[in-house]
T-cell receptor
Framework: GNSVTQMEGPVTLSEEAFLTINCTYT??????LFWYVQYPGEGLQLLLKATKADDKGSNKGFEATYRKETTSFHLEKGSVQVSDSAVYFCALSDRPNDYKLSFGAGTTVTVRA | DAGVIQSPRHEVTEMGQEVTLRCKPISGHNSLFWYRQTMMRGLELLIYFNNNVPIDDSGMPEDRFSAKMPNASFSTLKIQPSEPRDSAVYFC???????????????FGEGSRLTVL
């Protein structure tokens, strides 16, 4: 079946540091890929997505590129802020049942001033 | 605009008691999801409704769990009787579209944290 594996945390960084969170996937078809973010005490919210190979999703300074050849969708940000402290989830949709998102375990990121 | 609204935010109950969690999806969304989040198992999809009809309940743990969606603006998740292993954060999420129209963008509520003693 489809699954997502993301790097284990927690990750602790200083402000303005570079952030990378690795995500690889296993899928039988051509899934759409997502990054969701969960801030403390809140529900998850969509950060960015990519629906086909070589697409790049971007939002709030975060980027991720859909790499079919390496089955990866790594999340990057060049200069993190304290406000980026959150749990980040990689996810994929299972076509044709697009509603069924498979989530990774989540990576906790803490940014220190 | 109002997002997905869940209640209660926190619930502490004793084993054997009935628990009812409530959700109001975003107006106009036709898909609703109940997820459970625990440290051990991460995020698990419990049930999915489309146009108020349960489409996939394969994630519902057992008969103690039931979910209803009597209309487009309200859903409940009920646990009867509750057990300590049900302790988790339960999220409701809604989205617009299903099947080919699905975008994968789910809008989550803030969650209901359940503790069963």
């Amino acid at each position: 079946g489809n699954s997502v594996t993301q790097m284990e945390g927690p990750v602790t960084l200083s402000e303005e540091a570079f952030l990378t969170i690795n995500c690889t996937y296993t899928a039988t078809g051509y899934p759409s890929l997502f990054w969701y973010v969960q801030y403390p005490g809140e529900g998850l919210q969509l950060l960015l997505k990519a629906t086909k190979a070589d697409d790049k999703g971007s939002n709030k300074g975060f980027e991720a590129t859909y790499r079919k050849e390496t089955t990866s969708f790594h999340l990057e940000k060049g200069s993190v802020q304290v406000s980026d402290s959150a749990v980040y989830f990689c996810a994929l949709s299972d076509r044709p049942n697009d509603y069924k998102l498979s989530f990774g375990a989540g990576t906790t990121v803490t940014v220190r001033a | 605009d109002a997002g997905v609204i869940q209640s209660p935010r926190h619930e502490v109950t004793e084993m054997g008691q009935e628990v009812t969690l409530r959700c109001k999806p975003i107006s106009g969304h036709n898909s609703l999801f109940w997820y459970r989040q625990t440290m051990m198992r991460g995020l698990e999809l419990l049930i999915y409704f489309n146009n108020n009809v349960p489409i996939d309940d394969s994630g519902m743990p057992e008969d103690r769990f039931s979910a209803k969606m009597p209309n487009a603006s309200f859903s409940t998740l009920k646990i009867q009787p509750s057990e300590p292993r049900d302790s988790a954060v339960y999220f409701c999420a809604s989205s617009l579209g299903a099947g080919k129209e699905a975008t994968g963008e789910l809008f989550f509520g803030e969650g209901s944290r359940l503790t069963v003693l």
